[in-house]
T-cell receptor
Framework: NAGVTQTPKFQVLKTGQSMTLQCAQD?????MSWYRQDPGMGLRLIHY???????DQGEVPNGYNVSRSTTEDFPLRLLSAAPSQTSVYFC??????????????FGAGSRLTVL | AQSVTQPDIHITVSEGASLELRCNYS??????LFWYVQSPGQGLQLLLK??????LVQGIKGFEAEFKRSQSSFNLRKPSVHWSDAAEYFC????????????FGQGTTLQVKP
């Protein structure tokens, strides 16, 4: 079982370029989410999805787009990269337990640098 | 507002000493609480979680945490720290909204002295 797979692990962009961070999970989890991690700020939610075809914004959605066409995949798109988007990005998938709580499984992360 | 505060940004302990990492939360509904650990350059691994029931929960790697509703705290403890415990630790809170969203604290970096 691969769990949550993120690609690429490292990426350097120039300001204004676009790119897509890929995320795939093989656990048949219903929920998926994207977080960014910045020093001293913990992880902040960018976008999340509660199922195929359904997405919503998190705490810091500006500059990012997402779509969820299948249960397995949840790509994160940067349409016009800015230096403020330099960060480490984590994708997570989760399931709902009997109590209603979600337990997140994280990918290994994608480190993005925007020059 | 919903938030998680980890008051200690950086903690240094000697190997073999006990450890307590603090976590305070503000959450309007019944909180579900988590501790994650991140080794350098790695992703996040779940250490333990609290949903309901016994307020003292056991996790992996010898860690435990105690939920204190009156203090809005969920502190992480370990009786004897090993050098391999050096990492960054994140406390997080979520609810029963069934969406997989968590609110994370700022993180505490643990350094272990030999």
């Amino acid at each position: 079982n691969a769990g949550v797979t993120q690609t690429p692990k490292f990426q350097v962009l120039k300001t204004g370029q676009s790119m897509t961070l890929q995320c795939a999970q093989d656990m048949n989890h219903e929920y998926m989410s994207w977080y960014r991690q910045d020093p001293g700020m913990g992880l902040r939610l960018i976008h999340y999805s509660v199922g195929a075809g359904i997405t919503d914004q998190g705490e810091v959605p500006n500059g990012y787009n997402v779509s969820r066409s299948t249960t397995e995949d949840f790509p994160l798109r940067l349409l016009s990269a800015a230096p403020s988007q330099t960060s480490v990005y984590f994708c997570a998938s989760s399931y709902s337990t009997d109590s209603g709580a979600n337990v997140l499984t994280f990918g290994a992360g994608s480190r993005l640098t925007v020059l | 507002a919903q938030s998680v505060t980890q008051p200690d940004i950086h903690i240094t302990v000697s190997e073999g000493a006990s450890l307590e990492l603090r976590c305070n939360y503000s959450y309007g509904a019944t909180p579900y609480l988590f501790w994650y650990v991140q080794s350098p350059g790695q992703g996040l691994q779940l250490l333990l979680k609290y949903f309901s029931g016994d307020t003292l929960v056991q996790g992996i790697k010898g860690f435990e945490a105690e939920f204190k509703r009156s203090q809005s705290s969920f502190n992480l403890r370990k009786p004897s720290v090993h050098w391999s415990d050096a990492a960054e630790y994140f406390c997080a809170v979520g609810g029963s909204s069934n969406t997989g969203k968590l609110i994370f604290g700022q993180g505490t970096t643990l350094q272990v002295k030999p």
